[in-house]
C-alpha cells in the first residue's frame, strides 16, 4: 500500500524568504503526485501534478515541485513566501490499478506560518 | 470556473440521527471519491465510484455508512445512525478521469453530539 510522509508538521519563514517543504512516499511503481493547499474553513486546492516526463513540475502560485525518483521525495518550493501563502499544504499520491481509479493517499499535512 | 459543490456546509445533530450529505461534481467528471478529515487521522478516503459504479468503499464502516450515486450529477453520503465519533469534515471530490487531478468541494462539516 502507498504511503506519504511530510516529516514536518509546521514550518515557520518570514516575508519574502524561500520555501521547502518535504514529502517522501512509498509506492511500488511509478506514482502519481500532488501537492494541495488547504486554507482555514476551505476545501483542498490542487497546486501542481506529477505524472511523467520533466520531474521539475510548475505550479499555480509560483510554487514548483521536484520529484526525485532515487530519494523518493516530491518537496514543494517557493523562492519567496508571500503572506498569503500561510496555510496548510498536504502531498498526495495517486495510483491506478485494474485499470479503475484510486482515491489519493495523503500525507499529514504541513502547517506553514509566515513572519512579518 | 467549474466546482464540485457540497451541501450542507454545516450540519449539527444528535447521536442517532441519520444524516445525508450531498455533492455536485463538475459536470463531465466520471470519477467520484468521499474523504474525512480529523485532527488525529488526516485526510481518509472512504469510497470511489467511476461512471457511478461503487469502485471501492473499504474506508467506510459499513454498518453505518453508505454512499451512492443515483445520477452523474449527484453523489451521497448517508450515516445511520450517526455516532459522535464520526464528527469530521467530509470532502467530495470528482475528476475527470482516472489518475487526473481531483478537484475539491468545500466540505460538509459534521457534527454530532
Known amino acids: 500500500a502507498q504511503s506519504v510522509t511530510q516529516p514536518d508538521i509546521h514550518i515557520t519563514v518570514s516575508e519574502g524568504a524561500s520555501l521547502e517543504l518535504r514529502c517522501n512516499y512509498s509506492?511500488?511503481?511509478?506514482?502519481?503526485l500532488f501537492w494541495y493547499v488547504q486554507s482555514p474553513g476551505q476545501g483542498l486546492q490542487l497546486l501542481l501534478k506529477?505524472?511523467?516526463?520533466?520531474?521539475l513540475v510548475q505550479g499555480i502560485k509560483g510554487f514548483e515541485a521536484e520529484f526525485k525518483r532515487s530519494q523518493s521525495s516530491f518537496n514543494l518550493r517557493k523562492p519567496s513566501v508571500h503572506w498569503s501563502d500561510a496555510a496548510e499544504y498536504f502531498c498526495a499520491v495517486g495510483a491506478s490499478s485494474g485499470g479503475g481509479a484510486d482515491g489519493l493517499t495523503f500525507g499529514k499535512g504541513t502547517h506553514l506560518i509566515i513572519q512579518p | 470556473d467549474a466546482r464540485v459543490t457540497q451541501t450542507p456546509r454545516d450540519k449539527v445533530t444528535e447521536m442517532g440521527q441519520e444524516v445525508t450529505m450531498r455533492c455536485q461534481p463538475i459536470?463531465?467528471?466520471?470519477?467520484v471519491f468521499w474523504y474525512r478529515q480529523t485532527m488525529m487521522q488526516g485526510l481518509e478516503l472512504l469510497a470511489y465510484?467511476?461512471?457511478?459504479?461503487?469502485?471501492?468503499d473499504s474506508g467506510m464502516p459499513k454498518d453505518r455508512f453508505s454512499a451512492e450515486m443515483p445520477d452523474a450529477t449527484l453523489a451521497t453520503l448517508k450515516i445511520q445512525p450517526s455516532e459522535p465519533r464520526d464528527s469530521a469534515v467530509y470532502f467530495c471530490?470528482?475528476?475527470?478521469?482516472?489518475?487526473?487531478?481531483?478537484?475539491f468541494g468545500d466540505g460538509t462539516r459534521l457534527s454530532i453530539l
Open positions: 471530490a470528482s475528476s475527470y478521469d482516472f489518475g487526473q487531478p481531483q478537484h
Open positions: 465510484f467511476r461512471n457511478r459504479a461503487p469502485l471501492d
Open positions: 459536470l463531465g467528471h466520471n470519477t
Open positions: 509506492y511500488g511503481a511509478t506514482p502519481y
Open positions: 506529477y505524472f511523467s516526463g520533466d520531474t
